[in-house]
């Protein structure tokens, strides 16, 4: 009788220690997220309280965006991947990915498989939605894979339903409840498409001011150093090929300095830097996906 009582004494312990491991588990990811939040706080301690909101994928949209007209370029080809470069940087930030271990052969970050460290929701429609195909997939894929497979390129007709469809509208929607844009339909002649320009402009101004900071008055000529959403969202800018947008109102001089600063961040090798301590694999594995010649 002793015995099954100790026996049954050490399954509640072993239970406790479960949900205990378990709401740890939970409150870390909580922080991770609240931290996530009082760090894009802290960047703008002046700016709106819904800027600091925003996810990357919503800010390069912004920077993309025609403030009067209300879309992206029709000739700008990149966005669609970069913003799902994004969404793997966002969801790694927030704690819910990461690569693979190197293992003893040492894979390069290419090479290595995304996997998912955490599947509890967001709270954002788009990034669960990706983090839910990773997670339900096996085998794991890499983050050129995803990146092809959430842009709907891929020639496998089995694996199109990974595709993430109208994530520009449903972004700028996003930017519409934040007060950022608004919505309006513009006639093409042919057809009709809803538009979203600018209604706050002093948010987009606010980002477009954090992204010159970054490379002129504020540059610290070390990326180990730099806000790693911010470090991301100049990357990402750049390949999603609407950084143009932010250095567009420079002086002559100031644009030459800060073009030279960002192919300094360009020539970085991805490998070498995820290396460095505290340095997030994943964001630079994105990286490495949009810079590798």
Known sequence: MTSLTQRGSGLVQRRTEASR??????????????????????????????????????????????????????????????LRGCMLIELALRGRLQLEACGMRRKGLLARKVICKSDAPTGDVLLDEALKHIKDTQPAETVQSWIELLSGETWNPLKLHYQLRNVRERLAKN?????VLTTEKQNFLLFDMTTHPLTNGNIKQRLIKKVQEAVLDKWVNDPNRMDKRLLALIFLAHSSDVLENAFAPLLDDQYELAMKRVRQLLELQPEGESAKPNANELLWAVIAAFTKS
């Open 175 to 179: 930017l519409v409840e934040k007060g």
């Open 21 to 82: 491991s378990a709401a740890d588990k939970e409150r870390s990811l909580a922080e991770e997220d609240e931290h996530a939040t009082e760090c894009a706080d802290a960047r703008d301690d002046t700016g709106d309280s819904k800027e600091a909101r925003l996810t990357l994928m919503e800010e390069v949209l912004l920077l993309g965006l025609k403030d009067r007209e209300g879309y992206t370029s029709f000739w700008n080809d990149c966005i669609s991947s970069g």
